[in-house]
């Protein structure tokens, strides 16, 4: 029995081309290996920091459009040191591998040298009509487990994935962010001077209130008025999973969700209810960068797959509003210290999304297939 806990971030950017194809900076895909890198080239490089990199990918050559992407999820089960046994898919895998970081999209997009840690190619049959290349990405978080049982009595034989005489490593506590005495501390509500004295680059430190809203939240402000006042507030995209406790909530995971979702809505949102602070990850796109200038706000991005670590600057839950839309989807009403973030796109017009976006086409089309 294998378990695979794929992230909806990493899961919106899985991909599927039907070749022959035209690709942004690559031209002509053909139905040849070849053909194929490009298409996994420009998987990563449509992902961007969208799917938490560095991330891994498994890729179906072949097959229909269900069993592909069933059959690319299954390559993420394969070790990162495993050897493909096909050896032009072993060839093409390495190849992957050796180009993909020139690509300098790096962790969380923020750009750097390690976008990829992993390639995994497999083959199916297909109809004549027909070559697809399925794409699935999966982010850097370590969320497989794998057991071999005894078919006659259920007892577990073999752990997969881990040694269970191992014990896990916990993800360091709030007193063990390295701090550099360059963060600039933010105390909510926040102001438009605030706001307008950040740029891209700098990290935050936030605290006071703080309000989740992921994809249900945004789309009952644009027809509602907030059930909360939100002039100066810090919005944050993010599905928490609570426990009650003593009358009460306590937050146990509070990760980022992917924040380009909710492109259609954040402007407005903005502009209304005088957020000054949007935190989630992986960037958002020109309508909401534009609203960002005009009204005075930022976009903070918040690191993907640290959901432990970002509930340890939870102090309390307040309240919660909007709980008919189900935990993760409700409005909830935090006290936060400390809550660590980056500037990514500031009140000036400047996106590092954006700049790391066009960097790395730049050198997707120099790598020249």
Known sequence: MKLILKGGGCENTNAQYALPIELPHLGRADRTLDGVKKCILHAVWQAQGKGCSPGAVGVCVGGDRTSGYTHAKEQLFRTLDDVNPDPRLAELEASIMSTVNTLEIGPMGFGGKVTLIGCKIAALNRLPASFFVSVAYDCWAFRRLGVLLDATSGAITKWLYRDPSHPIIPMLDQSGFV????????????????????????????????????????????????????????????????????????????????????????????KRYGVRAVIGKGGMGAKTLAALKEHGAVYLNAIGGAAQFYARAIEKVDEVSLL????????????????PAIVTMDAHGNSLHKDVEQDSGKQLEAIGI
């Open 179 to 270: 701090r550099t005495g360059r963060e600039i501390a933010l105390h909510a509500p926040l102001t438009e001077k605030d706001v307008r004295a950040l740029k891209v680059g700098d990290v935050v430190m936030v605290s006071g209130r703080m309000f989740t809203g992921r994809d249900a939240v945004h789309s009952h402000l644009m027809k509602n008025p907030p059930p909360a006042d939100l002039n100066g507030s810090v919005l944050y995209h993010c599905g928490p999973v609570v426990v009650k406790e003593n009358g009460g909530w306590r937050v146990t995971a509070a990760g980022p969700t992917t924040s380009i979702r909710e492109e259609p809505y954040q402007g407005e949102i903005i």
């Open 324 to 339: 008919e839309f189900g935990t993760p989807e409700a409005m909830w009403h935090l006290t936060v210290k400390d809550f």
